[in-house]
């Protein structure tokens, strides 16, 4: 989603400002530009194509300058237009680049006409750039400070202006900022990634801060309007990109790259502990009679598939909201629970904003099961429990939920132990169940040729039902939102006993009906919710486990699992859907790792 980065130097920045948007790409945009300072007001270069084309135009138009801001923009106002993209200017004099959504534009676009601006853009981000010139008297710190005041919504924005050559301000609130230290040039960014390498240090910015980059340092205002110091971290070098090596898509890498990730994410410990959450943990989790999960998207169905795990292992009662649901939902705050935050990236602005409501609320027990350590997410919550899945790439999620599910499972049978349902012997048991993991993973990617074959069927489809029940239901969840993300093929997915009140009048030979079927004890009701789709025609692509003894025959199409995985099965019957998802986008020839309208992190309401 969108990104921002900007610097004040010495040299020439475009090549910088442009390959920190090339780092931030992944995420997922549909127009960049930059802009620099010149001496006759800023001047910019915008593309509704690829950074790569942005990079051509500065190129071959000789586009430089000292001090500038760049930006890549998934558009909320606005069609994704050279019109609309940033940096936005306003009168030649102010150029500005803006991540996030302001809420009262309207009413200051108004106040701002009156007053003789006018509006060349469809963007939210125009009354910003008006705004901060209307209020500028020679100082752009001042006039960014004052013009916040004003600002409802959510925003990072990066401005400059011509009569101050040498300064970029920034400003952040609910979407995240960072300011980057280098050695006589100072940068700007929305994620740390972006500036990785020309910046050694980092500052993150707070709700409501101000900054003002200069050649000589940073000053840092808080809302208040004092100045403060914020602590400076190391920023690791930039790792570089991220090779394909023999797969297709980066989706296909992460895809097969899920034994390792997960590997990676179950600690080397004998036994469960509190600690591996955080220090405190142990004395939190004595503390807390229930849970509440809060994600998006993916990261959603990990909490729904977690919940089962929770009830039955921990016997602790848990509530599973969609963030963006529960942040404007009238609920009633149990300041005993323990509030779980879900998330890849640690900054999906909704997830951040159900986090900061629940503790608004009075519910101080927070723990965020995430990918990146130095997300907001992270930095917000008490407790943390950290995936190893690696930077995933591909817009559509696929590493991230199967470590965030094993994260989930070590909390599970954590809280169990603590509150004695999981005996030593349980306890070595699952262990024993997740050392395995990987390497029954490996058996399930062996699977993919078998997947190949149904995938060029399902490319011919626009419609497909997914059917799971219990802990496999938000498998066939995962498992419909793959298709439909990346295929563009309707798909839902039912818990399968629901077949009947519903979905059943839409099975005809025409609708393939996926089936997880692992061998656990809901396996015969799944079997008749399987003669009830066969009775109406439909087709059903079966995911059946070796010991279910379920065979291929007329219209019932069966690829075979490992055996039975017991608690754990959730992980191993995720992979063929995600694979299903995969090779039947390749077939369709979408663009699988960035699937259109979406965003890798979704830092805008
Ligand atoms: C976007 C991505 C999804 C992801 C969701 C939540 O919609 O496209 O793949 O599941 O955001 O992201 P998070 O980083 O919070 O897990």
Redesign the pocket.
């Given at each position: 989603m969108c990104g921002i980065v900007g610097a004040v130097a010495q040299r020439n920045i475009v090549p910088v400002l442009i390959e920190g948007l090339r780092r931030l790409e992944y995420r997922g945009y549909d127009s960049c530009g930059v802009a620099v300072v010149t001496s006759e007001g800023p001047a910019r270069v915008r593309s509704v194509s690829r950074v790569a084309e942005l990079d051509e135009q500065a190129r071959e138009s000789h586009f430089e300058g000292v001090t500038g801001i760049a930006h890549t923009r998934w558009a909320t106002h606005g069609a994704p237009t050279v019109n609309n993209a940033h940096p936005i200017f306003s009168r030649n004099a102010l150029a500005i680049v803006h991540n996030g959504i302001i809420e009262n534009y309207e009413a200051l676009r108004e106040a701002l006409r009156a007053k003789g601006y006018e509006f060349v853009s469809q963007t939210d981000t125009e009354v910003i750039a008006h705004l901060i010139h209307s209020l500028y008297k020679g100082d752009l710190f001042s006039a960014v400070r004052e013009a916040v005041q004003q600002l409802a919504g959510a925003y990072a924005i990066g401005v400059v202006h011509k009569d101050q050559p040498h300064t970029v301000v920034g400003a952040r609130a609910g979407s995240p900022l960072v300011v980057g230290l280098g050695s006589g040039e100072n940068f700007l960014a929305s994620d740390a990634l972006a500036i990785a390498g020309s910046a050694s240090h980092v500052v993150y910015l707070e709700e409501g801060d101000v900054c003002e980059l200069t050649l000589e340092g940073v000053r840092i205002a808080e809302r208040g309007g004092s100045e403060v110091q914020r602590e400076a971290r190391e920023v690791l070098a930039y790792g570089g990109t991220v090779e394909l090596g023999p797969y297709r898509h980066y989706m296909q890498k992460e895809i097969f790259e899920q034994p390792g990730a997960i590997g990676n994410t179950i600690p080397a410990t004998d036994t469960f502990e509190p600690e591996l959450f955080g220090a405190n943990a142990r004395e939190v989790f004595k503390g807390i009679d229930s849970i509440l999960i809060l994600?998006?998207?993916?990261?959603y169905y990990a909490g729904v598939t977690a919940k089962y795990w929770l009830e039955s292992v921990a016997k602790i009662r848990t509530e599973v909201e969609i963030a963006s649901e529960y942040r404007y939902r009238e609920s009633v705050p149990n300041p005993r629970a323990l509030v779980v935050t879900?998330?890849?990236?640690?900054?999906?602005a909704d997830?951040l904003a159900a986090l900061k409501h629940a503790q608004s609320l009075g519910m101080e027990h927070t723990l965020a099961v995430c990918n990146v350590a130095t997300s907001h997410m992270v930095r917000l919550t008490e407790l943390n429990f950290l995936t190893h899945a690696g930077r995933e790439i591909g817009?559509?999620?696929t590493k991230?939920f199967t470590t965030q599910l094993v994260g989930l499972f070590i909390l599970a049978v954590t809280l169990g132990k603590l509150r004695g349902h999981v005996s030593a012997e349980q306890e070595a048991q699952y262990l024993k169940l997740l050392r395995h993991l990987p390497a029954a993973l490996n058996g399930v990617l062996a699977l993919e040729p078998q997947i190949i074959a149904w995938a060029d069927e399902f490319a011919r489809k626009e419609n497909a039902l997914f059917l799971g029940r219990g802990l496999h239901y938000p498998i066939a969840l995962e498992g419909a939102l793959k298709l439909k993300?990346i295929s563009y093929i309707h798909a839902e997915a039912y818990p399968a006993g629901e077949l009947k009140h519903g979905p059943l009048a839409l099975v005809t030979e025409a609708m393939p009906v996926v089936t997880v079927a692992p061998n656990d004890a809901l396996l015969e009701k799944l079997k008749s919710n399987m003669q009830e789709v066969r009775a109406r025609g439909g087709e059903l692509y079966v995911f059946a486990d070796a010991d279910t003894h379920i065979t291929s025959e007329d219209g019932i199409h069966v690829i075979r699992m490992p055996e039975h995985y017991g608690l754990l099965s959730p992980i191993l019957h995720v992979v063929p859907l995600q694979l299903l998802a995969y090779h039947t986008a390749c077939a369709r020839g979408t663009d699988v790792d960035k699937p259109r309208n979406?965003?890798?992190?979704?830092t805008v309401e």
């Open positions: 994600a998006c998207g993916t990261s879900i998330s890849q990236s640690g900054e999906t997830t817009v559509a999620s991230a993300e979406l965003a890798k992190s979704v």
